[in-house]
C-alpha cells in the first residue's frame, strides 16, 4: 500500500475515514493499558502526531508492538477512524506493525522535556524534540518567506563567493583557509571565509540594480554570548540609485513580510513555542506587522539612554557604540517595538559607509527587536571615491587591497545601499527561543563545534 504522509490525514481527516491507510513514522510516545495501547507516531510532515491505536483484541501483534521503544521507526497499516469527541481529531486502528529501525532504552531522548544544553550535546538526535521540531520549521518557513519576498520586490539572487581575499568588514575577525599544514598559498594568495558578501554584493547592484545573497557567513569572533555564532546566515540585499530611508522602508517590508509568512504557515509550531518559551510571542509578531517601526537617531537614543545609565553595566555616552543592554532597553523599554538607529559616530562604523555633512556620523542603521536587540546592520554607502579612500587610509587599510571596489566608484558610480540581516537572530525573534545555539543544527561557536 502506498504511504500517506501524516499532514495530509491531519488536514482533513475526514477525507480519510474508514479508509485503510499505511503511514510511516518515528514512536514519539507508548502507552499502554494492557488492553489498549497508543502511539504518538511523528513523520516530519506535520508538527502534530498521528494517534495509532493497538487492541490486543484486533491486533495479532500486540505484545510486540508494546514493547516498541520511544525512537523506533515503524510503519502501520491500518483503518482510519474520526474520534470527534477526543482531544485529538482521528486515530488509526493498527492491523500490522513493520519495524523499520528499531530503538532501546539507551536513546536518550526517553524524556519529554530535557534542557537545551543537554539537548545541544547531540545535534543528531535533539531535531527529533517538539521544540527543535518547531525551531527547524520555522526556519525553513522563513528562509523560504525570505526568498518569495525579493522575488516579488523584483530582487536578484546571487552567490557570492564563501571563499574571501579581502576583508568586507575591515574588521580582522576572519577565519584563515589553508590547503593544509605547511602548503603554499592554494590560491596564490592569502584566502578567508567570507565575513560579508556585501562587496560583491555590491558590485552586482551595479550592473542588477537589486540584488540579495542569502548564505553561510564566518566570524572569528572570540564572543561568548548568547546570539553570535561563529558561523551564521546572512541575507544581504543591496540597492542601486537609493539612500537610507529605502534601505529602512525594505527592511520594515522584509521583516513584516517574513512574519506575516511565518504566522500563516506555522501556526501549531507557534502556538507551542509560546505555550512553553514566550509567552507574549504572538501577540508581539502580529503586533509588529501592523504598527509601523520606530525610527531614532544614535545621538536622539544616546540622549534617551543617559538618564538610565545606573542600570547599565556600561554607561553609555556619544561616540560609544550601543551594548546589547543599551540595544534591548531602546526597543523593549523605551519604544516597545522594532526600532532603527540611524546616523552612527564614523569611527564606530565600517568604513564603507556613506559620511553625513556634519562631517561626524555616518548614514548606518541598525534595527532592533524585542528579545533579541540588533537584527540588521546596514548602510548608505560612500559612493565618493576621495572620501571612501581618505575613510581607508585614516583606518589604516590600503587602498590598492579594494582596487576593484574603489573601481566601482570610479566607473558608474552611483548613490546605492543595503543592510544585513542574521537569519538566526530572525528565527530568535520569530520563536522566542534565546540561545542562539538552539536556533542553528548544528552550531559554530566558539570553543565549540560539536
Ligand atoms: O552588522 P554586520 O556586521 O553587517 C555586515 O556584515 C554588513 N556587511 C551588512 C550589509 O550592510 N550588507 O552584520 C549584519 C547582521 C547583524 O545585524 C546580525 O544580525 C548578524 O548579521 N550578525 C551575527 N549573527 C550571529 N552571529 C554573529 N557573530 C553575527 N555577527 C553579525
Redesign the pocket.
Known amino acids: 500500500m502506498k504511504r500517506t504522509e501524516i499532514a495530509a490525514i491531519l488536514a482533513e481527516p475526514a477525507a480519510y475515514a474508514e479508509q485503510k491507510l499505511a503511514v510511516c513514522g518515528w514512536v514519539r510516545t507508548l502507552r499502554s493499558s494492557g488492553k489498549v495501547a497508543f502511539i504518538a507516531l511523528h513523520d516530519g510532515s506535520s508538527f502534530g502526531t498521528l494517534q495509532v491505536l493497538l487492541a490486543r483484541d484486533e491486533f495479532a501483534g500486540f505484545d510486540d508492538a508494546v514493547k516498541l521503544n520511544v525512537g523506533a521507526a515503524i510503519c502501520v497499516a491500518g483503518t482510519l477512524s474520526l474520534t470527534p469527541n477526543a482531544s485529538q481529531p482521528c486515530e488509526l486502528r493498527a492491523a500490522e506493525i513493520t519495524v523499520e529501525g528499531g530503538s532501546d532504552a539507551e536513546y536518550p531522548l526517553q524524556k519529554k522535556r530535557h534542557t537545551p544544553e543537554f539537548l545541544r550535546t547531540m545535534p543528531h538526535l535533539r531535531g527529533r524534540t517538539n521544540t527543535l521540531q518547531a525551531v527547524f520549521r520555522v526556519r525553513a518557513a522563513a528562509a523560504q518567506a525570505i526568498h518569495s519576498f525579493f522575488r516579488e520586490q523584483g530582487f536578484f539572487y546571487v552567490h557570492t563567493p564563501i571563499i574571501s581575499t579581502g576583508d568586507?568588514?575591515g574588521a580582522g575577525e576572519q577565519f584563515r583557509i589553508s590547503a593544509g599544514e605547511g602548503s603554499a598559498e592554494f590560491f596564490g594568495q592569502p584566502a578567508y571565509l567570507t565575513?560579508?558578501g556585501?562587496l560583491e554584493?555590491e558590485a552586482l547592484a551595479m550592473s542588477l540594480g537589486k540584488i540579495y545573497t542569502f548564505g553561510p557567513t564566518f566570524?572569528a569572533?572570540d564572543?561568548h554570548t548568547a546570539?553570535?555564532?561563529a558561523e551564521?546566515w546572512?541575507i544581504?540585499p543591496?540597492m542601486a540609485f537609493a539612500d537610507l530611508d529605502d534601505d529602512m522602508e525594505l527592511a520594515e517590508a522584509m521583516l513584516k513580510s517574513v512574519i506575516a509568512s511565518v504566522l500563516r504557515d506555522c501556526p501549531a509550531e507557534l502556538a507551542f513555542l509560546r505555550q512553553y518559551y514566550d509567552k507574549e510571542l504572538l501577540a508581539r509578531l502580529e503586533h509588529v506587522c501592523s504598527a509601523p517601526f520606530a525610527r531614532v537617531t544614535y545621538t536622539a537614543a544616546v540622549a534617551l539612554l543617559e538618564p538610565h545609565n545606573a542600570k547599565f553595566a556600561y554607561p553609555i555616552a556619544w561616540g560609544q557604540d550601543l551594548q546589547t543592554e543599551h540595544e534591548r532597553f531602546l526597543t523593549e523599554e523605551i519604544y516597545c517595538a522594532p526600532v532603527f538607529v540611524t546616523d552612527y559616530p564614523e569611527g564606530i562604523k565600517a568604513f564603507y559607509m556613506r559620511r553625513n555633512d556634519d562631517g561626524k556620523t555616518v548614514a548606518a542603521v541598525?534595527c532592533l527587536v524585542p528579545g533579541v536587540g540588533?537584527?540588521?546592520?546596514?548602510?548608505q554607502r560612500e559612493e565618493r571615491l576621495p572620501l571612501l579612500e581618505e575613510r581607508m587610509r585614516a583606518r589604516g587599510m590600503d587602498p590598492q587591497d579594494y582596487a576593484r571596489y574603489l573601481d566601482l566608484r570610479r566607473w558608474g558610480g552611483c548613490r546605492h545601499c543595503?543592510?544585513?540581516?542574521?537569519f538566526?537572530?530572525l528565527v530568535m525573534y520569530l520563536t522566542g527561543i534565546a540561545n542562539?545555539r538552539d536556533v542553528l543544527p548544528y552550531p559554530r561557536t566558539a570553543g565549540s563545534a560539536v
Open positions: 568586507a568588514e565575513v560579508s556585501q554584493g566570524r569572533e564572543s546570539r553570535h555564532a551564521f546572512m544581504e543591496e541598525d540588533e537584527i540588521i546592520g546596514g548602510s543595503g543592510f544585513g540581516l542574521g538566526e537572530r542562539i
